[in-house]
């Protein structure tokens, strides 16, 4: 069974801070997928990245970065010079790699981030 | 604009009074799922479908049902709702490129779904 552990339910930064977001992941599955979406307080959802997990390359996108570390289980999210744009609720998930069409998608319970101004 | 857009955007029923929400996208993805929010137990997928006539379950298929007869829809029917099926729900849609390389997904507004 796969599972997703986001320990931190909110976090609360003054903004310019840089937040990391915690990711923990367990899967008996040797290659897979890891991604990160952000719920604004809008509600829509937005897909942020994915990660192959044969990948260990990590991903920077602007302030946004993306700490792959498969020894430990762990795909966590930096926000650089955060804003208050950046408050949302993000979820962090993970996806099996197979040939066979198994799309099943695990979600973590997300942490709510909030930047104070 | 590419776009995901899901209906009804909120609606209010009876428990046991089947209803249908749809989800169309216009960019000739051949995945699409169905998920839903709840507080407190975050986000699961309910079903997903790989293409034309090819669907299979999620974490909790329960009480719901869909069909893929066309590549852009993808509707959810719930054939008797109950109050546990009170929730908000996304539809959404993704491709693959560079031989599954990359993938980006696109999310519908959500369907607030209150079942009485």
């Known amino acids: 069974a796969q599972k997703v552990t986001q320990a931190q339910t909110e976090i609360s930064v003054v903004e310019k801070e840089d937040v990391t977001l915690d990711c923990v992941y367990e899967?008996?599955?040797?290659?897979?997928?890891l991604f990160w979406y952000k719920q604004p307080p809008s509600g829509e959802l937005v897909f942020l990245i994915r990660r192959n997990s044969f990948d260990e390359q990590n991903e920077i996108s602007g302030r946004y970065s993306w700490n792959f570390q498969k020894s430990t289980s762990s795909f966590n999210f930096t926000i650089t010079a955060s804003q208050v744009v950046d408050s949302a609720v993000y979820f962090c998930a993970l996806r099996k790699i197979s040939n066979f069409g198994n799309e099943k998608l695990t979600f973590g319970t997300g942490t709510r981030l909030t930047i104070i101004p | 604009e590419a776009q995901v857009t899901q209906n009804p955007r909120y609606l209010i029923t009876v428990t046991g009074k089947k209803l249908t929400v749809t989800c169309s996208q216009n960019?000739?993805?051949?995945?699409m799922s169905w998920y839903r929010q709840d507080p407190g137990l975050g986000l699961r997928q309910i079903y997903y479908s790989m293409n034309v006539e090819v669907t299979d379950k999620g974490d909790v298929p329960e009480g719901y049902k869909v069909s893929r007869k066309e590549k852009r829809n993808f509707p959810l029917i719930l054939e008797s709702p109950s109050p546990n099926q009170t929730s908000l729900y996304f539809c959404?849609?993704?491709?693959?490129?560079?031989?599954?390389?990359?993938?980006?997904?696109?999310f519908g507004p959500g369907t607030r779904l209150l079942v009485l």
């Open positions: 960019m000739n993805h051949e995945y």
């Open positions: 899967t008996r599955d040797t290659t897979y997928y």
């Open positions: 959404a849609s993704s491709f693959r490129t560079g031989g599954s390389l990359r993938e980006t997904q696109y």
